[in-house]
């Protein structure tokens, strides 16, 4: 076998298409895009979205619900994740640099401490919001809850 040999296998390669639209011997004028409209004429474009005329999905489709520009986004850290940094770390005082060093938070995001779990020790949290519970929790077990 020889590099001028190869063909390919029975079947594989197709002709091609004819090439519409160059001349009349290429089989009529209209170069299989039919008559008048839209679509027969050069420089058609579609709009993205359009569905031949039929009231497009994202119209058709109701707007719901509301976003408020001016909602703060925080981020929860529960009381039990606080206490298992506080057992195998040996933290007595959390603050936003803290939560940051342990991969919890990124630098400018806001903390809120929420109260799922269990506190055992006496903890000093600095946080941007603190839940009722979560408070509760804190202070009983005599330690100290502090709005930044």
Do not use: C, W
């Amino acid at each position: 076998m020889d590099l001028h040999s190869l063909k390919p296998a029975s079947g594989s390669i197709k002709k091609s298409k004819r090439r519409v639209g160059r001349g009349q011997g290429s089989g009529g004028s209209t170069s299989g895009r039919g008559h008048k409209g839209a679509q027969s004429r050069a420089g058609y474009s579609r709009k993205s979205g359009f569905e031949g005329g039929q009231m497009p999905i994202q119209r058709r489709v109701p707007k719901f619900g509301f976003k408020n520009r001016n909602r703060v986004e925080y981020n929860p850290i529960n009381l039990d994740t606080i206490q298992a940094l506080a057992d195998n770390f040996k933290i007595k005082s959390f603050d936003p640099e803290v939560f940051i060093q342990h991969g919890l938070v990124s630098k400018n995001d806001r903390i809120k401490i929420l109260g799922n779990g269990e506190l055992t020790s006496s903890v000093e949290i600095k946080a941007h919001g603190f839940s009722k519970t979560a408070k509760a929790a804190i202070e009983q077990k005599g330690g100290k809850a502090e709005n930044i």
